[in-house]
């Protein structure tokens, strides 16, 4: 059964630091999306992404986040200049989108935990 | 904006008995439900969703949920707990259906089957 990955598991940085974290989600997918969970929190929205371009990010998602999809397949979160806050565990998600209801359906990646120190 | 309760930080239950984890939401408009799971160093597993029709939706793992429009929630049943039912379990909503809608979760209740 196809599924979303992402690398690398665990990510150690130090403050002001650059981060990107990768994902590759299911190849038939156009819907693109970040979640983080700070420890001990609710799962949070950050970015949705389609057709190359940013369709809805919250107020979580400022300047120092930035998405990109390089490639066909993989789909990245960069973290620009890394504060002790950013410390969650980041989970991206994938939707095929291409018709109905029942395509909008999430699938989501094991997470990238990352420890800003 | 859309919200999602889970009261519950904890739910223990014995093996076999029935569980019952619950979630209550918030949303202007139709309310679309989903239940996921987590395990240990595994991502978000889809266990089910409503859209529309019947209030009672079956999904995977035996695991159903019903959807009370009138008390807003949607909790999570399974008439039978087995000791790999333990995991932590997110329930959420979306407001509606384009593709860019994104999820909103509950903080999410651990599940404990105790043999």
């Known amino acids: 059964e196809p599924e979303v990955t992402q690398t690398p598991s665990h990510q150690v940085t130090q403050m002001g630091q650059e981060v990107i974290l990768r994902c590759v989600p299911i190849?038939?997918?156009?819907?693109f999306y970040w979640y983080r969970q700070i420890l001990g929190q609710k799962v949070e929205f950050l970015v949705s992404f389609y057709n190359n371009e940013i369709s809805e990010k919250s107020e979580i998602f400022d300047d120092q986040f930035s998405v990109e999809r390089p490639d066909g397949s993989n789909f990245t979160l960069k973290i620009r200049s890394t504060k002790l806050e950013d410390s969650a565990m980041y989970f991206c998600a994938s939707s095929e989108g291409a018709s109905g209801i029942s395509s909008y359906e999430q699938y989501f990646g094991p997470g990238t935990r990352l420890t800003v120190t | 904006a859309q919200s999602v309760a889970q009261p519950e930080d904890q739910v223990n239950v014995a093996e076999g008995n029935p569980l019952t984890v619950k979630c209550t939401y918030s949303?202007?408009?139709?309310?679309?439900l989903f239940w996921y799971v987590q395990y240990p160093n595994r991502g978000l597993q889809f266990l089910l969703k409503y859209i529309t029709g019947d209030n009672l939706v079956k999904g995977s793992y035996g695991f159903e949920a019903e959807f009370n429009k009138s008390q807003t929630s949607f909790h999570l049943k399974k008439p039978s707990a087995l000791v790999s039912d333990s995991a932590l379990y997110f329930c959420a909503v979306r407001a509606g259906f384009s593709g860019n809608t994104p999820l909103v979760f509950g903080k999410g209740t651990r599940l404990s089957v105790i043999a």
């Open positions: 190849s038939n997918h156009l819907y």
């Open positions: 949303v202007s408009g139709n309310p679309y």
